[in-house]
């Protein structure tokens, strides 16, 4: 991506916008749940309008203090979590996190979570009631939670949830699920037919870490999700197939860490990609991304991003 391409002193500068359902985003970058907390904490760390949307932390509708320490792991490369949907719960969301959040220079999306339908539904009611609320992620999805299977492990779950909640909002609706299941595709359908806008794909992978000295697992709740490089080509390869066999928008993501990773997605079907991870460490790495994405577009001579969505040469 050194070699500028030759163009007669004129630049082109290529439409970055991209929509979600009737959420227009003006960058195809959001920052993933969990790794950018309400927007307000990464001020003067990340530059906001490099970032299409933030995607808060899953709000639940009671606060929680999640799982035991050690909640996160670093590995060879990529992360473990257990953090167990930590949070303030929603009515200190909406009374002390979102004013803060509106007030950036970026869009956000919510992302909400639960133990029963009735909680998806009581969280939606009351966010239903915020105008500047245009768009909630409906995770059903965490690995961290008690639950005896995630929401999105089940197709039949996944299309009563999202149907239900489908009957309550307006707001645009993305599904975020889970890569452990045999056949996503089913999932992600599941959720297209209940009337969801949009998917987020895909969530942390389970897994572990055992410190052979004590013979214990490194993290408090033993197992938890795992994000991060590692699970860049089995996320890519997921959301590949989810595109070609739906037709709503999809939220790339899991270890993208470079604008070569994020076109990857695109190529694969992304109308937009997540940063998660690479936050943690990095969380101003949308610009570079960017950068990247746009330096890519004006060498290939493509005008719109949208025209690189799920143009791989197969
Ligand atoms: C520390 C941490 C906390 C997370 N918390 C949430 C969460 O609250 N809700 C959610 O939907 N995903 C959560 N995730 C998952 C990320 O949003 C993302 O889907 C996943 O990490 C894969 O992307 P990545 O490899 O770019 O990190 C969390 C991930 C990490 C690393």
Same mark, same amino acid.
């Given at each position: ?121 009581? /969280?939606?009611?009351? #966010? ?9 992620? %409906? &995770? !059903?999805?965490? @690995? =961290? ?117 994020? /076109?990857?997605?695109? #190529? ?9 991870? %690479? &936050? !943690?460490?990095? @969380? =101003? ?30």
């Amino acid at each position: 991506m050194r070699n500028r391409p030759k163009t007669n002193g004129k630049r082109l500068t290529a439409n970055l916008r991209v929509r979600l359902g009737r959420l227009t985003l003006e960058t195809p970058i959001v920052c993933a749940s969990g790794t950018f907390g309400f927007g307000e904490e990464l001020k003067g760390l990340a530059h906001f309008k490099n970032i299409g949307a933030i995607i808060t932390k899953t709000i639940t509708l009671k606060p929680r203090e999640g799982n035991p320490p050690p909640r996160i792991f670093e590995t060879e490369c990529g992360v473990l979590n257990s953090v167990g949907l930590e949070n303030p719960g929603i009515d200190v969301f909406i009374k002390e996190k979102l004013p803060k959040l509106a007030k950036l220079n970026t869009k956000f999306i919510v992302s909400i979570g639960g133990f029963s339908l009735g909680e998806y539904e009581e /969280i939606t009611r009351k #966010l239903n009631k915020i105008k500047e609320i245009q768009a909630l992620e %409906i &995770n !059903l999805s965490c @690995p =961290n939670i008690k639950l005896k299977k995630m929401i999105s492990q089940s197709k039949n779950l996944t299309y009563h949830f999202l149907k239900a909640l489908r009957k309550i909002t307006n707001k645009v609706l993305i599904a975020k699920i889970t890569p452990e299941v045999t056949d996503i595709v089913q999932i992600a359908k599941a959720a297209e037919d209940a009337g969801t806008d949009a998917l987020s794909l895909v969530n942390t992978f389970f897994g572990m870490a055992i410190n052979i000295e004590e013979k214990k697992p490194y993290l408090g709740n033993i197992y938890g999700g795992y994000s991060g490089r590692a699970i860049k080509p089995l996320s890519l390869y997921r959301v590949w197939r989810v595109s070609s066999k739906t037709n709503i928008p999809i939220i790339g993501g899991g270890g993208i860490e470079t604008a070569g990773d994020a /076109i990857e997605f695109f #190529l694969a079907g992304a109308t937009a990609v997540s940063l998660g991870t %690479i &936050n !943690l460490a990095y @969380p =101003n790495r949308a610009e570079t991304i960017l950068r990247g994405i746009k330096e890519y577009l004006r060498m290939k001579k493509i005008k719109d991003t949208n025209k690189l969505r799920g143009s791989l040469i197969v």
